[in-house]
Every structure is written in structure tokens, then in C-alpha cells.
């Protein structure tokens, strides 16, 4: 069954406007954590930001938020004054607190491309 | 502090003919993980390696194996490759110093594999 959900393929936005990813999960465990990963067209995957499911504050990274709603099961990443630079996937992952590993399970990303 | 570093960066096989990439994790880091990404299947988590032993595994045939050094570092090896195996494979690390769910991977730029 498909733990991450991430409905949009590609997303454009104007230079300097705010964004938001949408990114939803499915999980029994009440442990978990949810990252945020940028991959450029280089490939290398860049860590954003991480919401913890006991945490009670949204998560915030310089112009990174994540929009936690823990009862509708989402995390959606708000991107604020978008750049040329922030063009790239962007990929939802989550890791289970029973899994006793690293593993991390991805959606299918969402392409962002912003317009100047 | 240096960053995950993968080698080779590129490499070109043909079928049935063997593969070892390498992963240097960033100093500290005991956990390492390697994922494949293709564009059909996205991000797979193929294993995962914590004080040299195999602490999870993905749904890969056991022509995909891998092992970890006493220094962390880690490669993985693929035998008998098939068309179906070029993908992006990425190494991630992480601390796993707390275990759960908080620790973050940090991933390598990855080795693009392409079959022949």
C-alpha cells in the first residue's frame, strides 16, 4: 500500500511568490517522521526539513515550512519567496518509529518550476 | 564536514557483467543506506547497514547485496545486471544514534548505473 502521497506531478510558480506541496500519509504507528527532500536535475538529494508526529510546532527552515496537520494525515511543504534556484523535485518521505531502521518510504515527488 | 560521497559517479555495464558502487558517509555517521530511483518506480529502499551488519532490507532479488566496513563505509553489488537495473542509486547517511524516527539522512550525488 502507497504510504506517501504526493497528487501534484508539476507545480509552477512566479519568482518571489509563496508555494505550497501538498504531501499526505498513511501510517498506524503514532511514532513517526516526516522529511521534505529538493532534487535538482544534478541528482543529489538535499535535506529540507523535518516535522516529528509529536511535534506540536510546524516545522520552519528559513523560507521552508511544513504545514502539519496530523488528523487529515499531511505534511505540506510552503515554500515563501520562491527563487529560480528552488526549481527542482521535491519528494515527501517518512519513516515509521516500529521499523527499528533508516528506511525511508518516498512519494513520487512533485516537479516545481519557477518562473522569473 | 565533508558530505556523503559516492564513487563512481557514472558507469556504463552490459548485461550480465557485475557491479560494486561505493559510499563514504559523512564522518560520525554509523547508518548507511542505498536507495534506487528509476522513473517507473521512483525511490526504492534497496538495504540499510549499521555497525556492519544488514539491519533492513527492500524487495530486491538477491542479485543486489551490499556490506559495510568497520569505518562505515559501505558498497553494494549488483550481479548478473539487467537492462531493468539502470537506475540512479543514491547512499544516504545518518547518525542513528537516538534510533526511531528523528534521525535525517543525508544523501551522496549518487551513481547513475546504465545497462547495456
Known amino acids: 500500500a502507497q504510504k506517501i502521497t504526493q497528487t501534484q506531478p508539476g507545480m509552477f510558480v512566479q519568482e518571489k511568490e509563496a508555494v505550497t506541496l501538498d504531501c499526505t500519509y498513511d501510517t498506524s504507528d503514532q511514532s513517526y517522521g516526516l522529511f521534505w527532500y529538493k532534487q535538482p536535475s544534478s541528482g543529489e538529494m538535499i535535506f529540507l526539513i523535518y516535522q516529528g508526529s509529536y511535534d506540536e510546532q510546524n516545522a520552519t527552515e528559513g523560507r521552508y515550512s511544513l504545514n502539519f496537520q496530523k488528523a487529515r494525515k499531511s505534511a505540506n511543504l510552503v515554500i515563501s519567496a520562491s527563487q529560480l534556484g528552488d526549481s527542482a523535485m521535491y519528494f515527501c518521505?517518512?519513516?515509521?518509529?516500529?521499523?527499528?531502521?533508516?528506511?525511508?518510504?518516498f512519494g513520487k515527488g512533485t516537479k516545481l518550476t519557477v518562473n522569473p | 564536514k565533508a558530505g556523503v560521497t559516492q564513487t563512481p559517479r557514472y558507469l556504463i555495464k552490459t548485461r550480465g557483467q557485475q557491479v560494486t558502487l561505493s559510499c563514504s558517509p559523512i564522518s560520525g555517521h554509523r547508518s548507511v543506506s542505498w536507495y534506487q530511483q528509476t522513473p517507473g518506480q521512483g525511490l526504492q529502499f534497496l538495504f540499510e547497514y549499521f555497525s556492519e551488519t544488514q539491519r533492513n532490507k527492500g524487495n530486491f532479488p538477491g542479485r543486489f547485496s551490499g556490506r559495510q566496513f568497520s569505518n562505515s563505509r559501505s558498497e553494494m553489488n549488483v550481479s548478473t545486471l539487467e537492462l531493468g537495473d539502470s537506475a540512479l542509486y543514491l547512499c544516504a547517511s545518518s547518525l542513528a544514534a537516538a534510533g526511531g524516527y528523528t534521525d535525517t539522512q543525508y544523501f551522496g550525488p549518487g551513481t547513475r548505473l546504465t545497462v547495456l
Open positions: 518521505a517518512m519513516r515509521e518509529g516500529w521499523s527499528g531502521s533508516e528506511k525511508l518510504v
